[in-house]
């Protein structure tokens, strides 16, 4: 009883002063006239005692249904609550607070908390009852961690009458948090770094400016290493664009906190070269092997360069994580690459027996005249070639008719069955436009090969095909037709017109024609397309739309909004677009609007959302699109959301555009 004697005394601290005021003021009557005085006195007295009895009381009936509490558990388990050397807390199954023991009291440092409620005082505890949670793990309060323990408790209130309460037991795990953060940061972090344009900025600078240059990138990379992180790290320059490092988390965390900033101070080296030079890092962490952290970084190193570099890139826990990647790919001078891969391919082709042909949901344009210039490579080299297509763009429609209207191309394109059963062990496959999973048409397909190739000209996402031979990805190309069409020019191989005119359809909706996007060697596939006797004129007569889709353009366009001043949004509420072609046009279209840096289109089709994204280069829809899983270029985006109403979309789309504007902000 003296324990809840204890904690439940009463505060008299406010009645005390009130009692000395009266008489204080009493006094002062007195001197002035004594028998009011003592009127006033004794009502003073009286009040006092009635004022004495009633606090009393009170503390008799808590102390009496606190008796009435601890009487309707067993002996055992009342001494057990008194005397339990860990923090107890009680409170009704609604969250009011009705006792606690000396060690909570203790822990909440005194602070009275009787008849408060759980909502209030802990939301974190009220949430495990509500929750039906029997354990908290590493529950934070003033500083220190505990592993509380919650458990309902049955009370019988009289013959026929029950009631619920929620008793938590803390266990303090304070110190075994602070060692294990101790240990945390101690881990071994790996990194690659490289400079991702080095000869393209030493080749745009005067002969003079090189050696400075040179050295202001070095000097800028050891100072933030060594001076702005400030922290165990070793760096080390093991070529000249080259750098590893290793350091321990508590020093990757500072690189985080700064956003891996170097990313932009590299980019301020400005001494006369016309090409901004950048940098990419790929980052490992393991807790155990510096090995495997060492192994780990090279993958993240390969990721961040095949999605166009100026980018840091973490590999942990199996996970993917990105940060950068704002800077527009740069065309590569060199066509070592492209001839070596072209030979590659080529020699893999003709050890296939047969060889089939995919692309992403949605098959289009520049999908097909990939798979177009593909079949006609196998073609020239005597293989049976198959294009298999489930889904595909309505786009492609009419230049599907004058494939199949050729002899040579009657019986090339087949669906998933046919080609499954079709297939033998030395068959290959080459995928398209994509090297995402979840993005391909039949991802059955790609568990069904032995050999695979994989073109595409978008940034490697984190879910890309890793049993892939070979994963000729160029962010810099235009479009994947491009790839292709630069594949077949190395080997000579003359096209036939409509051959030639589907693969620059390809290049030309994707580059929007030849207004995005395009390179020199862009425009040297288009000449190498044109002497096959392409012809632009033809081609704008197959992508005309009918008057259908332009006002259903116009509908969509007529609910624009306009966000964060330069951002356009347009979601299709009433879902009348059933055509995702229509919407990457009007995203297309926004920019055309003055001020608007990106636009964001958001339909439902079916069951999924389709999102897609533009802009003029000074906004990365890439990057905000990969946060809700799509992907793509600075420039191009899209992304989609299974079983997904379209406004819970937009929720999503802006809470990731919001994300992204935070970040750079804090850059």
Not at 210 to 233: A, C, G, L, P
Not at 448 to 453: C, H, P, S, T, V
Request: include cysteine.
């Amino acid at each position: 009883m003296k324990d809840k004697k204890s904690h439940l005394r009463f505060d008299f601290s406010v009645s005390q002063a009130g009692f000395i005021l009266s008489l204080l003021f009493d006094f002062i009557i007195l001197y002035f006239d004594i028998k009011i005085g003592l009127i006033c006195l004794s009502l003073i007295v009286l009040l006092a005692i009635y004022n004495l009895r009633l606090n009393r009381k009170k503390n008799k009936q808590l102390l009496e249904y606190i008796e009435t509490l601890t009487l309707n558990i067993d002996t055992a388990s009342k001494d057990t609550l008194l005397k339990f050397p860990f923090p107890i807390l009680i409170s009704e199954y609604n969250g009011d607070i009705i006792w606690y023991n000396h060690k909570f009291l203790n822990t909440v440092k005194n602070k009275k908390l009787i008849g408060k409620n759980l909502k209030d005082e802990f939301p974190e505890l009220y949430s495990a009852v509500l929750e039906g949670k029997n354990k908290i793990e590493k529950f934070e309060y003033e500083g220190a961690f505990f592993d509380v323990l919650v458990t309902v408790v049955e009370v019988e209130e009289g013959k026929n009458e029950k009631r619920f309460l929620n008793l938590f037991y803390f266990v303090d795990v304070t110190d075994f948090v602070i060692l294990q953060k101790k240990y945390e940061i101690q881990n071994v972090v790996f990194g690659y770094l490289t400079i991702d344009n080095y000869e393209d900025v030493l080749n745009s600078a005067p002969e003079v400016s090189k050696s400075s240059i040179v050295s202001e990138i070095e000097k800028r990379i050891t100072d933030w290493f060594y001076n702005q992180i400030r922290s165990d790290v070793f760096l080390m320059k093991y070529e000249r664009d080259k750098y590893f490092f290793i350091c321990n988390k508590e020093a990757f965390y500072k690189m985080q906190e700064r956003r891996f900033n170097i990313l932009e101070q590299i980019k301020e080296v400005n001494l006369y070269n016309k090409i901004i030079p950048t940098i990419s890092c790929g980052i490992g962490i393991r807790q155990d092997s510096i090995f495997q952290a060492q192994k780990d970084a090279k993958t993240a190193l390969d990721m961040a360069l095949s999605r166009g570099g100026d980018q840091f890139v973490i590999f942990h826990d199996g996970k993917f994580e990105f940060f950068g990647g704002k800077t527009k790919e740069h065309e590569k001078r060199s066509k070592v690459r492209s001839r070596v891969m072209a030979q590659t391919i080529k020699e893999i082709v003709k050890h296939s027996d047969k060889i089939f042909i995919i692309g992403h949901q949605y098959f289009d344009l520049d999908c097909l005249g990939a798979a177009v210039g593909l079949s006609k490579l196998c073609l020239n080299l005597g293989k049976e070639v198959y294009i298999v297509i489930n889904s595909y763009n309505p786009t492609i429609k009419n230049f599907l008719q004058v494939l199949l209207d050729d002899p040579q191309y009657q019986n090339i394109i087949i669906d998933q069955q046919k080609a499954l059963k079709m297939k033998t062990k030395t068959s290959l496959l080459f995928v398209v436009d994509t090297q995402r999973t979840s993005y391909i048409d039949m991802p059955q397909m790609i568990l069904e090969f032995e050999k695979i190739i994989v073109i595409d000209h978008h940034r490697r996402p984190a879910d890309w095909i890793e049993q892939a031979l070979i994963c000729y990805s160029e962010t810099y190309a235009s479009s994947v037709s491009e790839l292709v069409a630069e594949l077949l020019s190395y080997e000579g191989i003359k096209l036939k017109k409509f051959e030639a005119e589907i693969l620059l359809a390809g290049i030309m909706i994707d580059t929007r024609g030849f207004t995005k996007n395009v390179g020199v060697r862009t425009f040297e596939v288009a000449t190498y397309l044109r002497e096959n006797d392409a012809m632009p004129e033809a081609i704008k007569e197959y992508l005309k739309e009918d008057l259908e889709s332009y006002i259903l353009k116009s509908q969509l366009i007529s609910n624009l909004e306009i966000i964060y001043s330069n951002i356009a949004l347009v979601v299709d509420y009433s879902q009348v677009c059933r055509d995702n072609v229509i919407i990457a046009k009007v995203a297309d279209e926004l920019l055309n609007i003055k001020g608007i840096d990106a636009s964001f289109v958001v339909c439902k089709i079916e069951n999924s959302v389709l999102i897609s994204g533009r802009s003029n280069g000074k906004i990365n829809v890439q990057v905000i699109l990969e946060k809700i899983g799509g992907g793509g270029h600075l420039e191009t985006a899209g992304a989609r959301l299974e079983n997904r109403s379209i406004e819970e979309a937009k929720e999503v789309l802006l809470k990731a555009i919001q994300e992204y504007i935070n970040e750079n902000r804090n850059i």
